[in-house]
């Protein structure tokens, strides 16, 4: 009897086995700035470990939140946010890059509408809006 295909079979089993162990375990170690600070971001609300999302992914999406802190020399505001469900992210406190339009014309204490811009797992608020 020729073995040689069931070799190759099996072979080809183990191989895709091992590729797929080693990619959860990258993506699970991933830290990534403009993410919140909760590991438990990572995982929805049963507790399952979300897919990790390639850098060149990018997601734009839309939350509610009060400002906390604005580093004008850092270009980053600290938001304590909604959830943002484009993002698979629970409602939390997150600093985030933004541009000077928003560092200099945002206010401690403001109630905001904002947009969001992810890019692989670099998150930039893009937009804000002050809520009546």
Same mark, same amino acid.
């Given at each position: ?5 069931? +070799? ?35 995982? $929805?609300? =049963? *507790? ?7 850098? @060149? ?6 939350? @509610? *939140?009060?400002? =906390?802190? +604005?580093?004008?020399?850092?270009? =980053? ?35 905001? $509408?904002? $947009?969001?811009?992810? +890019?692989? *797992? ?11």
């Amino acid at each position: 009897m020729n073995y040689g295909p069931v +070799v190759i079979a099996l072979g080809l089993a183990i191989a895709t086995t091992a590729c797929g162990r080693k990619a959860a375990s990258t993506a699970s170690a991933a830290i990534i700035q403009g993410t919140p600070e909760s590991a438990e971001a990572e995982r $929805d609300a =049963t *507790g399952k470990m979300l897919m990790a999302r390639s850098r @060149h992914t990018i997601i734009n999406a839309k939350s @509610h *939140g009060t400002l =906390t802190a +604005v580093d004008v020399a850092a270009g =980053t505001i600290t938001l304590d946010h909604g959830p943002i469900p484009e993002a698979r992210w629970p409602a939390g406190t997150t600093t985030f890059k933004a541009g000077p339009a928003i560092t200099n014309s945002a206010m401690v204490g403001e109630e905001i $509408d904002f $947009d969001l811009r992810i +890019v692989g *797992g670099t998150a930039e608020v893009t937009a804000i809006q002050i809520r009546p």
